[in-house]
């Protein structure tokens, strides 16, 4: 259990989560949308979508709660204790901390191009490297200084994508938007999957950050107010955006604003607070794969995510990504089989709750089956001529859920007993 000091508020999870969707992968998915659909049909799209995710953050957010676990501890029950230390574990720590380290490379030739506009000459290698190093402190030092990042940066970022929005939308701009028509379409269903996918993981590690609020009701406010405002805020800025700028890049949409400084700030602040999530929940999940001992916890997230941002800023991780896509695509089905055990088998009651310490065969297989299904549409993008399917990570999910309280049913309950017998 969580010592009191590490108790925190609704408002600042609620803060946290708000700092990792106003994002540049945000504005990105706006312009995306807005190339296949008008705009109020991206805003339902991110309505539905994000809305899907926020029931997932709460299931497993206050699985975490009740505990006072990390998601990877919470999942000792069903994958068992070595299942979820040597599977999941090591799937969020991959995950985590690759895109960690590619995403401080995207910072850091960002900056390096900014600079490159007075005539100041820093290598990618070096820029990659400092502002990994910058993210990597502010996940080391835990939730309370993540919460006080989000405190500082949050607001900055607000005031300047409500600005950007203001200018985009004046002189006609509005009147453009609404009236817009895609040259191609996007399919409704295709685009709440495209959102889903976008913060999936989110919805997964949501038990690491919600273990240290004390109540049901806290969990469930901070991600309703912590994604939904904000998620659908940057859609529809990348969306206008892309309207109006063609390009839902903030850097570029500021230098057309003649304001490429407040550009690069607002990008590295929206990397930065989504990326200190990446660290800290990858830090965890090192932890958990090799049993750190509390007081080595801040060496271990330390190396792991430095390692993370060496391999990105020296380029190699970059062909890594096809593999950091398809195990991205294998978590969201973790929570279909700890959603089914806790809420549905168990009734939510915490009391019910144990930890199986060999490998749990039923919830590594029920996972296994709803993840490879997660996995194939991305798998086949690998083969252009192979038949390509539509990425349902909420497919995934359900098979997963499904598959295991069908065999709980039928085979597990004896199961279960011997193994409280043990």
């Known amino acids: 259990m969580q010592d009191n000091k590490e108790e925190q508020t609704w408002q600042s999870l609620a803060f946290i989560w708000i700092g990792s969707m106003i994002s540049v992968p945000g504005l990105l ?43 990877v501890q919470v999942a000792s029950q069903v994958f068992g204790e070595q299942g979820a230390q040597k599977i999941i574990a090591i799937i969020l720590a991959i995950s985590c901390l690759g895109w960690f380290g590619l995403q401080a490379n995207v910072a850091g030739v960002a900056f390096s191009q900014f600079l490159a506009l007075y005539d100041i000459g820093l290598p990618v290698w070096i820029s990659s490297l400092f502002w990994g190093i910058v993210m990597l402190l502010s996940a080391i030092f835990g939730i309370k200084l993540l919460s006080w990042l989000n405190y500082i940066a949050v ?13 985009s939308v004046t002189g006609g701009g509005w009147t453009a938007i609404v009236n817009y028509q895609p040259e191609t379409h996007m399919p409704f269903l295709t685009g709440v999957s495209v959102t889903i996918g976008s913060f999936a993981l989110g919805a997964i590690i949501a038990g690491d950050y919600s273990q240290y609020v004390r109540k049901r009701s806290g969990v469930a406010k901070a991600s309703i107010i912590g994604v939904l405002p904000a998620g659908i805020l940057m859609i529809a800025a990348g969306a206008i955006f892309g309207v109006t700028s063609e390009t839902a890049d903030i850097i570029s949409v500021f230098t057309q604003l003649g304001l490429p400084v407040i550009g690069v700030i607002a990008m590295l602040l929206a990397t930065w607070t989504t990326n200190a999530v990446n660290a800290f929940s990858g830090g965890i999940a090192i932890v958990n794969v090799f049993n750190v001992a509390k007081e080595k916890q801040t060496i271990a997230v330390a190396a792991a995510g430095g390692m993370g941002t060496i391999l990105a800023a020296i380029g190699i991780l970059d062909y890594f990504v096809p593999i950091m896509n398809v195990l991205s695509a294998m978590i969201p089905p973790v929570a279909g089989v700890m959603i089914a055990s806790y809420w549905i088998i168990q009734k939510g009651d915490p009391a019910s709750w144990y930890k199986i310490f060999k490998i749990h065969w039923l919830g590594v297989i029920s996972w ?55």
Do not use: C
């Open 29 to 71: 998915l706006g312009g995306t949308l807005i190339a296949g659909m008008s705009f109020w049909r991206a805003i339902l799209t991110a309505l539905v979508g994000y809305g899907v995710i926020v029931i997932g953050m709460i299931f497993q957010g206050i699985q975490s709660s009740d505990l006072r676990k990390p998601t």
């Open 368 to 422: 296994f089956i709803g993840a490879s299904v997660a996995a194939l549409p991305v798998i086949l993008e690998f083969f252009p001529n192979a038949p390509q399917l539509l990425n349902q990570p909420l497919i995934g999910v359900v098979i997963s859920f499904v598959i295991y309280y069908v065999g709980y049913q039928f085979i597990e309950k004896k199961a279960v007993k011997r193994n409280l017998d043990d």
């Open 155 to 167: 607001p900055f970022l607000l005031v300047v994508i409500l600005y950007a929005i203001v200018i």
